[in-house]
């Protein structure tokens, strides 16, 4: 307000209003200053629709660059077309995407099965006691080589000293016998004896004879011998072997029926196992057999098949199957070398350093790869198939919810994608590389034989 003016309200008597005034504005005169400065309404309205624009251009803009991205994101992983399954271009490449034609082979079947190591009966014996008495001596040991003819033990039998005595009474008889009969015989020709005498010396003789057979007869069921140590009973290794048990020792009072010794030659064993009566057809006495450990070793030892067995198990539906495995020892690649000094032991290594070790030029130790009682895995080279069959690799077949498929190859398509398609298959016989497709596919189709892992992992996931 100007001066003049407040100068007039002054001489009219109306209350001046303060330049600067210090009190509360009224209501009425704040509402009036706020319209005041208000911005005009057409203002107002364009810069709320400018920014409208604004914020609606963004949003096209995110949404477009959205559907641009899952544009691009959808082609990278397979997905099914009108049944078939689609893989684009990039997921074939990552998984290194192959196939192959559906061939014919002639396939040499390969049976596995689970089964034990037991010692071969034509190589193995079990030394008893067969009589009472006192072990005195004891000589053999678990593991301790022993060729035929070795004594593992003595015992001390009455039962047998007496029976040796019989012997030696029987021989003093047979002979006196002999005499005898020799003397009635010359005294017969000379007529100065009777014809009755002469029968009764020989009868006698006779008599004594089977006295003695009758005796040796029961020290050698006895398993001893007459001329040895009376009352000694010696235990004899009957085969060249290992002793694998012992249950007998020294001062030890035993039985005649007692097991003392058990040897067997770990050079020989049989793998017995049990094989399902739909892959005994295919199995013949001779095929070859690679057994390996089950504890993850990778020896593998080769046998043969030396018995089917002709009676199949009504509740398992398997036959025995046994195999003759050659289980020569073979060299231990960690045994330290014979005679070196434990590793850190440096005492008197000046001293010694320029002498041989002990034992140089010894023969390496050797160990048998498979043992009685062991669990193994045998894979039957089975030779009884001999006409072609329709074949696919094993690593193209997958496995859903217990059954079998493979991916069959349908087409390339122009922009790089694979299209393939799932197809159930009724599985043959198997050598351990290839597998017999009785139907589900015909010759000539192709299947999908790498990223098949991959493709069944992103499929059923």
Same mark, same amino acid.
């Given at each position: 307000?100007? $001066?003049?003016?407040?100068?007039?309200?002054?001489?009219?008597?109306?209350?001046?209003?303060?330049?600067?005034? %210090?009190?509360? %504005?009224?209501?009425?005169?704040?509402?009036?200053?706020?319209?005041?400065?208000?911005?005009?309404?057409?203002?107002? !309205? /364009?810069?709320?629709?400018?920014?409208?624009?604004?914020?609606?251009?963004?949003?096209?803009?995110?949404?477009?660059?959205?559907?641009?991205?899952?544009?691009?994101?959808?082609?990278?992983?397979?997905?099914?077309? =009108?049944?078939?399954? !689609?893989?684009?271009?990039?997921?074939?490449?990552?998984?290194?995407?192959?196939?192959?034609?559906?061939?014919?082979?002639?396939?040499?079947?390969?049976?596995?099965?689970?089964?034990?190591?037991?010692?071969?009966?034509? &190589?193995?014996?079990?030394? =008893? %006691?067969?009589?009472? =008495?006192?072990?005195?001596? #004891?000589?053999?040991? +678990?593991?301790?080589?022993?060729?035929?003819?070795?004594?593992?033990? $003595?015992?001390?039998? /009455?039962? #047998?000293?007496?029976?040796?005595?019989?012997?030696?009474?029987?021989?003093?008889?047979?002979?006196?016998?002999?005499?005898?009969?020799?003397?009635?015989?010359?005294?017969?020709?000379?007529?100065?004896?009777?014809?009755? $005498?002469?029968?009764?010396?020989?009868?006698?003789?006779?008599?004594?004879?089977?006295? #003695?057979?009758?005796?040796?007869?029961?020290?050698?069921?006895?398993?001893?011998?007459?001329?040895?140590?009376?009352?000694? &009973?010696?235990?004899?290794?009957?085969?060249?072997?290992?002793?694998?048990?012992?249950?007998?020792? #020294? =001062?030890? /009072?035993?039985?005649?029926?007692?097991?003392?010794?058990?040897?067997?030659?770990?050079?020989?064993?049989? !793998?017995?196992?049990?094989?399902?009566?739909?892959?005994?057809?295919?199995?013949?006495?001779?095929?070859?057999?690679?057994?390996?450990?089950?504890?993850?070793?990778?020896?593998?030892?080769?046998?043969?098949?030396?018995?089917?067995?002709?009676?199949?198990?009504?509740?398992?539906?398997?036959?025995?199957?046994?195999?003759?495995?050659?289980?020569?020892? !073979?060299?231990?690649?960690?045994?330290?070398?014979?005679?070196?000094?434990?590793?850190?032991?440096?005492?008197?290594?000046?001293?010694?350093?320029?002498?041989?070790?002990?034992?140089?030029?010894?023969?390496?130790?050797?160990?048998?790869?498979?043992?009685?009682?062991?669990?193994?895995?045998?894979?039957?080279?089975?030779?009884?198939?001999?006409?072609?069959?329709?074949?696919?690799?094993?690593?193209?077949?997958?496995?859903?919810?217990? +059954?079998? &498929?493979?991916?069959?190859?349908?087409?390339?398509?122009?922009?790089? /994608?694979?299209?393939?398609?799932?197809?159930?298959?009724?599985?043959?016989?198997?050598?351990?590389?290839?597998?017999?497709?009785?139907?589900?596919?015909?010759?000539?189709?192709?299947?999908?034989?790498?990223?098949?892992?991959?493709?069944?992992?992103?499929? &059923?996931?």
């Amino acid at each position: 307000m100007s $001066e003049l003016t407040h100068k007039a309200r002054s001489q009219s008597g109306e209350q001046p209003v303060p330049l600067f005034p %210090t009190e509360p %504005t009224p209501k009425g005169a704040k509402t009036a200053s706020a319209s005041a400065r208000r911005l005009p309404r057409s203002i107002m !309205v /364009a810069a709320g629709a400018g920014l409208l624009a604004v914020l609606m251009g963004l949003a096209i803009w995110l949404t477009r660059d959205e559907e641009a991205l899952v544009t691009e994101a959808e082609p990278t992983v397979p997905f099914e077309d =009108g049944g078939d399954i !689609v893989v684009p271009e990039a997921f074939a490449k990552v998984i290194d995407f192959a196939s192959e034609d559906v061939t014919q082979r002639t396939l040499t079947a390969a049976v596995r099965a689970v089964g034990t190591a037991i010692f071969d009966p034509h &190589y193995e014996q079990v030394v =008893g %006691t067969r009589v009472a =008495g006192i072990v005195t001596k #004891l000589l053999r040991f +678990e593991g301790e080589a022993v060729r035929k003819g070795d004594v593992l033990a $003595e015992i001390t039998s /009455a039962e #047998l000293a007496d029976a040796q005595a019989t012997v030696i009474v029987a021989r003093a008889a047979l002979k006196a016998a002999e005499r005898n009969r020799f003397r009635e015989g010359n005294l017969a020709k000379d007529q100065l004896t009777t014809a009755r $005498e002469v029968e009764e010396a020989e009868r006698e003789l006779q008599e004594q004879r089977a006295r #003695l057979e009758a005796g040796e007869q029961r020290v050698r069921a006895l398993g001893a011998t007459t001329p040895g140590t009376k009352g000694t &009973y010696p235990l004899v290794a009957g085969i060249t072997g290992t002793v694998v048990e012992r249950h007998i020792n #020294l =001062g030890q /009072a035993v039985d005649a029926n007692l097991e003392a010794f058990h040897i067997a030659n770990l050079d020989h064993l049989w !793998v017995e196992m049990r094989v399902p009566e739909s892959g005994l057809v295919n199995i013949r006495d001779g095929d070859a057999v690679a057994i390996t450990g089950i504890d993850g070793s990778e020896a593998v030892i080769h046998g043969r098949v030396a018995h089917i067995g002709n009676l199949i198990d009504p509740e398992t539906r398997t036959a025995d199957i046994r195999v003759e495995v050659d289980n020569q020892p !073979v060299p231990v690649a960690d045994a330290p070398a014979a005679g070196a000094a434990p590793e850190g032991d440096v005492s008197d290594a000046p001293t010694k350093a320029a002498q041989p070790p002990k034992g140089a030029g010894k023969k390496p130790a050797l160990k048998h790869l498979l043992r009685a009682g062991q669990a193994v895995k045998a894979e039957i080279q089975a030779t009884g198939i001999h006409t072609p069959v329709a074949t696919v690799p094993e690593g193209s077949i997958v496995d859903v919810d217990g +059954e079998k &498929y493979v991916f069959l190859h349908v087409d390339s398509e122009a922009d790089g /994608a694979q299209r393939v398609r799932r197809m159930p298959v009724e599985l043959g016989t198997s050598d351990g590389t290839f597998r017999e497709i009785r139907s589900g596919l015909n010759m000539g189709q192709r299947v999908v034989t790498s990223g098949v892992f991959a493709l069944k992992s992103e499929l &059923y996931r």
